[in-house]
T-cell receptor, first 117, second 113 residues
Framework: AQSVAQPEDQVNVAEGNPLTVKCTYS??????LFWYVQYPNRGLQFLLK??????LVKGSYGFEAEFNKSQTSFHLKKPSALVSDSALYFC???????????????FGKGTSLLVTP | DTGVSQDPRHKITKRGQNVTFRCDPI?????LYWYRQTLGQGPEFLTY????????KSRLLSDRFSAERPKGSFSTLEIQRTEQGDSAMYLC???????????FGPGTRLTVT
């Protein structure tokens, strides 16, 4: 199956510093990759996606992600972190494996981002 | 608010009871998805509808689970004879054909006692 891995359970960063949340993928064919953010007691919010085209994808709230085919990575980045960015971040990939339609998303386990003042 | 809505937001039930959740997608979205999320995990796909047709079901969707989308608008997810292992957050999402991103509702938190 197509899958993603988030190697870090938690990332801590000081406000104003750049942040990176890591994601690696394992797919056959071209990956469709996504980042979502989840705030406490709220649903997942879409941040950005990579389907094709430029390897640097810009999304909501100043986030961007870099698709790297050779390293099979899709890391989420932000130049200057805010305390309000503290949340749970999920990387996801569309699942085209087997007889699946390809519309289901396979999510990573999530990375908790804590931005301290 | 024109986002995805889910009802109820919380449900506590006793083991063996049946429960039903409702999802109202974004109005023009023809695709609807159900996921389940347990603590410390990412969402896991359960099932997918395109309009009123249920096109894909995960192996996670046991015989006790059934989902419908009768008129291609709202959807219901029913769990029969609930078990403690069914305790989770049930998330609904919708998307528009031709667009890849899915938009999620706030979820229904189920606790089975």
């Amino acid at each position: 199956a197509q899958s993603v891995a988030q190697p870090e359970d938690q990332v801590n960063v000081a406000e104003g510093n750049p942040l990176t949340v890591k994601c690696t993928y394992s797919v056959s064919g071209n990956p469709y990759l996504f980042w979502y953010v989840q705030y406490p007691n709220r649903g997942l919010q879409f941040l950005l996606k990579y389907i094709t085209g430029d390897n640097l994808v810009k999304g909501s709230y100043g986030f961007e992600a870099e698709f790297n085919k050779s390293q099979t990575s899709f890391h989420l980045k932000k130049p200057s972190a805010l305390v309000s960015d503290s949340a749970l971040y999920f990387c996801a990939v569309r699942d085209f494996s087997g007889s699946n339609s390809g519309y289901a998303l396979n999510f990573g386990k999530g990375t908790s981002l804590l931005v301290t003042p | 608010d024109t986002g995805v809505s889910q009802d109820p937001r919380h449900k506590i039930t006793k083991r063996g009871q049946n429960v039903t959740f409702r999802c109202d997608p974004i109005s023009e979205h023809n695709r609807l998805y159900w996921y389940r999320q347990t603590l410390g995990q990412g969402p896991e796909f359960l099932t997918y509808f395109q309009n009123e047709a249920q096109l894909e079901k995960s192996r996670l969707l046991s015989d006790r689970f059934s989902a419908e989308r009768p008129k291609g608008s709202f959807s219901t997810l029913e769990i029969q004879r609930t078990e403690q292992g069914d305790s989770a957050m049930y998330l609904c999402a919708s998307s528009l054909g031709g667009r890849e991103e899915q938009y999620f509702g706030p979820g229904t938190r189920l606790t089975v006692t």
